[in-house]
Structure formats: C-alpha cells, structure tokens
C-alpha cells in the first residue's frame, strides 16, 4: 500500500528547484472521490509523474504545470485513475506527436538544440504505463500547451475505518474564499474544499477579495478563512491581508493561510515582515489542506502538517524545537555538502557529529549512540548503501533510522535506498524545511525526554521582528552582491534561509571544493577516464543548486544522466559546456569572496604566494589547493583580474604563464604593503 499524498509530495519537492527557476507554477488538482491509500506500484507511478512533470517544466516558461488525478472507473476494491500532467508550454504539432514516444528520437532537432530533447524520458514513461496495466496519450496545441494523459489500475487499501474528526462538521460549516490569480490554481483549491464538503467561492485579485469579504459581513455570512496566493498582479498577498486587517469593516476579521510556492522564509526575505496568518506552500495536496484547516479551526485536535506552518510554529522552528537534545550522526564525503547540511540542522539544539566516509561512520556508529543517520549514498570507498547495511548488523544499530540523501530522484534509486536497510529518502539539493520534518517523522519524542539540548549553532528565523530596516536591509543583499552570470542571488540567499552570513560561507566552501573540479575534468576527459567525471557531475549538481546557480546546476545533471546512462557519445559535447559554465561561476564567486573577505596582512598573503610559487615551479597539482586559498585571502578586490588570469592558466596547466601572472600579483601586493606602511 502507498499514499497518494506521499507521492505528490515527493513529487513536489523533486521538480520545486526547475518550477523555482522559472515563472511556472505547480498545481495538484485531486478531487473528492479519489482515493488516498492505494495499492500498486508506487516507484512505477512515480516515475511517470516525475518524467511528465520534468518535461512540463523544460517546455514552460510561464505559466502553470497542473497534475490532476481522477477516478476513471471504479468497482469492489479496485479503481482506474486517470493521471493528467497539463503545461503552458511550447506546445507540439500533429508530426511531432506522432513520434513523440519513440525511444532515443527527440520530436524536433530546432527543440532539442534549445531545450535538450524529450524522447527518451516519454518512451521510458510508455513502457512503465504500460507495465501497470494502463494507456497513455497525449494532446497538444502549438503555442498553447500538452496534456499528456495515463491511466492506471490500482487497488484501493483498507484505511482501518479511520474516525472523521471530531471537528468533520464544523469544517462543512465553514464559508472559505480562495483568492489567487491562477485559474487552475483557484480551481484545484475550490475542488479539494468542495471534497471536504466545504462551500467556497474564488476571485481572482486582492482588490476583489476585500470587496467580497465586506460585502459578506454586510449580508450577515461571513467568511470564516482566506486562502490567499503570495504573487498576484496589483496587491500582492502580503498587502492585501495588511489592508483586510487594517479594516474596521471587520470587527472579527477570518483566519488567513497565505499559499506561496516559495517557503516562508522566502516570502520574508522579500517582503522583510509578514502579518500574522498561517502558511501552505505549493503545491497544495488534500491532506495538507484538510490538516491546515482543521489547525485553524481546531489547533487542540489537529497534527501539524508537512508543508505548513503557523504563527505558534513559524517555518521550521516548531520542528526544530521538537529535536532538542538529539544525536545526528551526518555522512558525507564532499566537505561542500556536509557545510550545507550543518548549516540547516544547526537552529536545532541537537548534538551532530560528522563522518566523511562509509567505514568511519560505521565505527562512530558501533561506538556511539545515535538517534537518526543521515547518510549520503555516493561516497568515496564504502558507499551509502554497503555503510547501512554493515549498520544493520551491529545490534546497537539494528533499529536507527538511516536516512537516505541522495542527488537522484530515479524510482530505481530510492528502491535501492529502501532494500539497503534505509528508512526514507531525501533528494539533494535538500530542502531545510523537509530535513527536519523528516528527523520529526523518525525520531519518536519519547526517546528524547529528558535529554540536555545542547546551545543551538545560529539563532531561526523569527516570523516578525520589531527592527523592519535591519530585516529590509537583510532582504537587499541579495540583489546587491555583483551580478554573476548565471547565479541567481535571490534563489540564492533564499536557500540559505535569508541569512547573507550563511550565504558567505556557501560561497567560500562552493570555491574551496570546486576549484579544481575543472582541470580534473579536463584530466578525465583527456585520459577517457569517466568515472571521476560522473562523480563530479554528480557533486556539482547539488552544490550548485544551493548557490543559486541553476543554470550550472542543470548541466551538471544532464551530464551525469547521459555518463550513468552510458551515451558516451554525448560527453565531448555536455563536459566541455559544463567546464565553462564552471570556470565563469568560480571567476565571479573568486570576485565577490574577495570582496567579502577579511583582510589578512601582507605576510599572510605572502606565505601563500610562496608555496603556490614552489607547486608551480615543481608541476605540483596542489598548485590547485592553494590558489583557492590564496583567492581567499586576498581581500582587495583589485586582484581579482590578475587572481581569474592564474586561474585560468592553472586549469589548462600552463603552469609558467600561471607564474608569470603571480609574477604580477606578488608586485602588486607588496607594493600595497609599502603603501599602507
């Protein structure tokens, strides 16, 4: 038995980054009817959802990608459901669709030149559609959209003949508005509150929202909630729920759940300040919507639900407050990915210890006494998957939760989590809110009574704060940092919680760890040794991700697909676009990490410069480590053009015009030394 819940949560947190990116809105319509706990095969179902969802999204650049689910046909115990995935995209003529699922073709040569093919993925989700049982079809308009359509036979599971809440009646008797500018959006909204049983009527601005409202308190039937979208036209919804609260039409103004496809702490990094309401983040499922409502309504009776939050447990706080004094053991080759791990599960008042390999964390696991592992699955030596299952051996460890994290979102990967012994699944780049609703999941709370929670590393961020300029201020350093071509300094900081210290030390370690990375891929692709450019590849993609730079990070993906899918055909082509993007992103990051670096003394930078001399003059590859060192040191900016010329002659090792160049830089610096003398 599966949740269909679970499966479009997942759903939603694997596409979130590539819908982020763009102006393109996710919306899961589930109407009343359908089924929640089902049986069948959830990896299958899921991969289909996940190709059709990502190929929405490659062909939609604004607009709304809406999957919808209904029930087809229904007898005793078993069920058809007619799965939807509908875009706003390109769209596609009568000639491409008709070989639209043939394996390895792509519908168009000019298409896949910009937006990098479609055919395997869609042949791929065929032959799975067809496996369970099922059909697929697809329709399509040019300069409109596609809907590609499947059906499924399923099982429908025995619930356990659950109680309705208490509380059932009193939802029905709710009048509930839906205000967003999205009409599928506002439709999926008003179908799930129509399956609770609950009357709701929609508009599509904030301007009419408030008109409405007023006009029902004048009729006597006032609305009880508001659920109001975050980026409309004219009054967003911040201002519209300011001006509703403001107004002295409503002596007892309705509960508010603002939904928002960014998290809360996004919305506040943009908007400095949010009223005081409730939150969804998008896409919005039936059992988040029904637990939000029942929160509101009845908070005594109701489970806080993943994916929402509240002003008594604003964003991830609530759960980090429920992991005080619990032992993490995180496992993580790439000291990158460990520094953003650290970084999210440090507002909880947990003890972490860290492994970098699959055979330490096993002994710190013998030795130690651990509440959850987090463990990554591709790692140098002993991987993810033989580290959990040397774990399941040892008694103390036989019951831990292991959670999974991994950059691949294939159906096939977290089967292979689930049989190594792992209890759940993670998808990098790593959603902070998700990490700690997962820890919340596994970690039973009887298990930490009575523990001492340790001081926590960095202070949450707080809902509302008294000080609206240093919040304003906060919210500015994003678009004030140097442009950098291809990173988005917005998707940037919001991934970093809204904490521009953070964002620094993302910045320093994304250097320090990728430095290299472009001459090893030139090594590897000048000795046909693909094996370390798969890994690197695979690092990338999330590493980059989290520094906003989504462009690099597609690439990275795309290259790691093609090398594990073995089409080594395509490598000469992806390696060297993906080197290029590399080395631009690392110029820029080198520029703005100059800028924000600490000055150091002249000797400081001077010991530096002799080693990188001597690596150099010896054809020393750790002529790489301590360049990167040297670009963090050196806090002028003005050698930041002569700091990217030696960068670019150690990546194509040529190491004298690499001395040549710090020939320069080392006049330059002590000539700045005797100045500031």
């Not at 800028?595 to 150099?616: I, N």
Request: proline share 6%; charged share 20%; net charge negative.
């Amino acid at each position: 038995p599966f949740d269909l819940d679970d499966m479009l949560e997942h759903l939603s947190s694997i596409t979130a980054i590539k819908t982020d990116a763009k102006r393109v809105e996710l919306v899961f319509c589930v109407p009343r009817g359908v089924p929640g706990r089902l049986v069948g095969d959830p990896l299958r179902l899921g991969q289909v959802l996940i190709n059709l969802t990502n190929n929405a999204v490659k062909f939609t650049e604004e607009g709304e990608i809406v999957v919808a689910v209904e029930v087809a046909e229904r007898e005793a115990g078993r069920v058809v459901l007619r799965f939807s995935v509908s875009d706003t995209g390109i769209g596609m003529d009568a000639e491409q669709l008709a070989r639209l699922f043939q394996s390895f073709t792509q519908a168009d040569n000019s298409i896949t030149r910009k937006y990098g093919g479609t055919g395997l993925g869609l042949s791929i989700s065929k032959q799975l559609v067809e496996l369970m049982g099922g059909t697929i079809a697809v329709t399509s308009t040019p300069g409109v959209g596609s809907r590609f359509t499947f059906t499924v036979p399923l099982g429908i599971a025995d619930a356990g003949a659950a109680p309705a809440p208490a509380a059932a009646g009193q939802l029905q008797r709710m009048r509930v508005m839906v205000v967003d500018d999205s009409p599928g959006a506002r439709d999926a909204l008003v179908e799930m509150l129509d399956g609770f049983g609950i009357h709701a009527d929609a508009v599509a601005s904030g301007e009419e929202s408030l008109a409405r409202l007023a006009q029902a308190v004048q009729d006597g039937a006032p609305y009880q909630v508001v659920l109001m979208d975050y980026m409309m036209p004219g009054w967003d919804g911040v201002e519209t729920i300011r001006r509703i609260r403001a107004d002295a039409r409503f002596a007892a103004p309705p509960a508010i759940l603002m939904v928002s496809a960014c998290t809360r702490e996004g919305v506040l990094q943009q908007e400095g300040e949010l009223p005081q309401c409730g939150f969804l983040t998008k896409p919005v499922g039936p059992a988040l919507l029904y637990d939000s409502l029942l929160q509101v309504l009845r908070p005594d009776l109701a489970v806080p639900a993943a994916g929402a939050a509240f002003p008594s447990a604003p964003g991830a706080q609530g759960d980090a407050e429920r992991l005080a004094g619990a032992r993490i053991l995180l496992v993580d080759d790439n000291a990158n990915n460990r520094e953003v791990a650290l970084d999210f599960l440090a507002v909880a008042r947990m003890r972490v210890d860290v492994a970098t390999g699959g055979q330490e964390a096993v002994q710190m696991a013998r030795d130690g006494d651990y509440d959850l592992v987090l463990m990554d699955i591709q790692m140098h030596g002993m991987d993810g998957y033989t580290a959990t299952r040397a774990l399941r051996v040892l008694p103390r460890c036989a019951r831990v939760p292991v959670i999974a994290m991994t950059a691949h979102a294939m159906a096939g990967d977290r089967e292979k989590s689930l049989a190594a012994g792992m209890n759940d699944h993670i998808v990098k780049p790593i959603d902070p809110d998700l990490l700690l609703r997962t820890l919340v999941k596994w970690i039973p709370p009887q298990r930490l009574e009575g523990r001492v929670a340790v001081p926590p590393l960095v202070q949450p961020v707080q809902p509302t704060q008294p000080d609206l300029p240093v919040r304003r201020a906060a919210a500015a350093t994003a678009p004030s940092l140097p442009a950098v071509h291809g990173i988005d300094w917005h998707r940037a900081l919001t991934n970093a919680g809204g904490q521009a210290q953070r964002l620094r030390r993302r910045i320093a370690s994304f250097l320090q760890e990728y430095a290299p990375a472009p001459r090893q891929m030139r090594d590897a692709l000048a000795h046909g040794d693909y094996a370390p450019l798969q890994t690197l590849a695979h690092n990338l993609k999330s590493g980059a991700a989290y520094i906003g730079a989504t462009p690099l990070a597609t690439l990275a993906g795309t290259l790691e697909q093609e090398l594990r899918a073995g089409r080594n055909e395509r490598i000469a082509v992806l390696a060297p676009d993906l080197i290029v993007a590399l080395d631009g992103v690392l110029a820029g990051l080198a520029r703005i990490d100059a800028v924000q670096a600490p000055a150091v003394s002249g000797l400081d930078a001077g010991a530096v410069m002799a080693r990188l001399r001597g690596f150099l003059e010896t054809d020393d590859a750790r002529a790489e480590d301590a360049l990167a060192e040297l670009q963090g040191v050196l806090a002028d900016p003005c050698h930041a053009p002569v700091l990217a010329a030696i960068r670019a002659a150690v990546d194509e090792i040529e190491y004298e015009r690499a001395l040549t160049h710090l020939d320069v830089l080392e006049r330059a610096v002590d000539k700045q030394a005797e100045a500031a003398s």
